[in-house]
């Protein structure tokens, strides 16, 4: 559990108020994670550089928090989890498979975040994805449909998927990640993340990869490929070596080489 300071600093990092005592009601999860997701970003450079990967809370809260770093799932909706017991929320976390733009059913190797505010409603949590994702949480019910910030999601659930979270895409419903309710404890995420660092057809490993969400969309670097999404525009160019530290500068808070 982080203490109270460190929940204080952790609020600050995404630009919130902390009050000790705050309840852990619907409300302030709904404040929470769209503030999250618009402040940590999701990126993988440590993977780059080889940098080993901690899942431990304390040095999730060091990179995030006093380094002002992000992550990717694995470290962000860890850190994003840890953070909601400490403001008394009920937390389980499960194991998904990412099922968007893949032709077979992938491993499972997302770490996703049921939680269960002050009056009893579950939530489905995560702020840990680089691609278009739900900013606000999404109510564990089967059926469920939530419109936010031009986008709408939908919980259904599938005999062999479990709880599937699907997106509308041009007018079709289209899978984004299921997940099964196997309760997964922090121990567990670390085989598939060591996969994620160091197997050599892992994503995470070949170029950089940030992305942060905004109001109007999101703004993400792909390699050398810099694009700021505003609903269905979308900027795009190549970016430079000389000009890639003041991209991540600038629109990610990254102050690194």
């Given amino acids: 559990m982080y203490a109270t300071e ?7 990092r995404i630009g919130l108020n902390y009050s000790p005592g705050t309840r852990p009601t619907a409300d302030l999860l709904f404040r929470i ?3 999250l997701a618009m402040t940590v970003p999701y990126e993988n450079l440590d993977i780059l550089r080889r940098v080993p990967l901690s899942l431990d809370y304390g040095d999730l809260y060091d990179k995030i928090v ?3 770093r992000g992550g990717y799932c694995f470290e962000i909706n860890g850190f ?4 909601l017991r400490s403001l008394g929320y009920g937390v389980t976390e499960y194991m998904a498979r990412y099922l968007r733009g893949e032709h077979e059913i992938p491993m499972r190797r997302h770490r996703v975040i049921l ?3 002050c009056e009893g409603g579950k939530w489905i949590c995560d702020a840990g994805i680089g691609q278009s994702a739900f900013r606000e949480p999404l109510e564990f019910r089967e059926g469920a449909e939530s419109k936010q910030y031009g986008e709408v999601y939908r919980v259904t659930k599938e005999p062999f998927f479990g709880w599937v979270i699907s997106d509308l895409y041009h007018g ?3 899978k984004f990640y ?3 309710e196997e309760e997964q404890l922090n121990i567990d995420y670390v085989m598939p993340s060591f996969w994620c660092e160091h197997a050599p057809e892992s994503p995470f490993r070949d170029a950089p990869m940030l992305s942060v969400k905004t109001p109007e969309g999101r703004v993400t670097v792909d390699g050398d490929v810099f694009r700021i999404f505003r609903g269905d525009e979308v900027e795009e160019r190549v970016i430079s070596e000389e000009e890639r530290a003041g991209i991540y500068r600038k629109y990610f808070g990254l102050d690194v080489t």
């Fill in 80 to 83: 994003f989890g840890e953070l």
């Fill in 115 to 117: 939680a269960e505010d």
């Fill in 33 to 35: 994670q769209p503030a």
């Fill in 66 to 68: 006093a380094r002002h």
């Fill in 6 to 12: 460190q929940i204080r600093k952790s609020f600050e």
């Fill in 172 to 174: 079709e419903w289209r």
């Fill in 178 to 180: 299921s997940f099964t």
